[in-house]
């Protein structure tokens, strides 16, 4: 096995942070070594709730237990961030096929335009569902998330929707 640690760039808008993107920064350490996590603004996502500031607060408590993990901020391309931060590739967790298509596109322009690769890992079976939109939408009618979420980002949740009384029924 090769001794030198190899670095990875894993960004996304993390908003919030699931026990899947947890299980992807915990295969890239054991894949690479060491991960830079980069919370990311996405202008096609602006139905967050939590600031980047908020966001990197709760990554970096929910990824303690991994010493080799950094975690940041960034406002730009994923490809630049790989620059600053230095990392040999960008990691990508996949859920389903959908998520390859999407992500097999970027990998492509991301390396066309920087030379930057690209890995991609598998999420659990157990996880394929998860996405931060639906953990949004749960939490913000009232349900329950702490078991699809790390410890610290369910807390914050919970802070800002305490419990309601509404149906916790299926994400729309």
């Given at each position: 096995m090769n001794s030198s640690v190899t670095s990875v760039l894993y960004p996304g808008s993390?908003?919030?942070l699931h026990l899947g993107h947890v299980d992807v920064v915990e295969q890239g350490v054991?894949?690479?070594?060491?991960?830079?996590?980069?919370a990311m603004y996405n202008p096609s996502k602006p139905s967050g709730i939590f600031t980047i500031d908020e966001r990197v607060a709760m990554i970096r408590d929910s990824l303690a237990h991994l010493p080799t993990v950094s975690v940041e901020a960034f406002d730009g391309l994923a490809i630049h961030a790989a620059d600053q931060f230095n990392a040999d590739f960008i990691l990508k967790g996949l859920r389903n096929a959908g998520?390859?298509?999407?992500?097999?596109q970027m990998a492509h322009t991301n390396h066309s335009v920087s030379g930057v690769r690209?890995?991609?890992?598998?999420?659990?079976?157990?996880q394929v569902f998860l996405s931060s939109r639906f953990v949004?939408?749960?939490a913000q009618h009232g349900g329950d998330v702490s078991h699809l979420v790390p410890a610290p980002v369910a807390s914050e949740l919970a802070?800002?929707?305490?419990?309601?009384t509404h149906s916790t029924g299926s994400p729309s």
């Open positions: 993390f908003d919030p054991e894949l690479f070594g060491r991960v830079t996590v980069v998520d390859f298509e999407i992500e097999q690209t890995v991609f890992v598998p999420c659990r079976p157990d949004r939408e749960i802070r800002i929707f305490p419990s309601a």
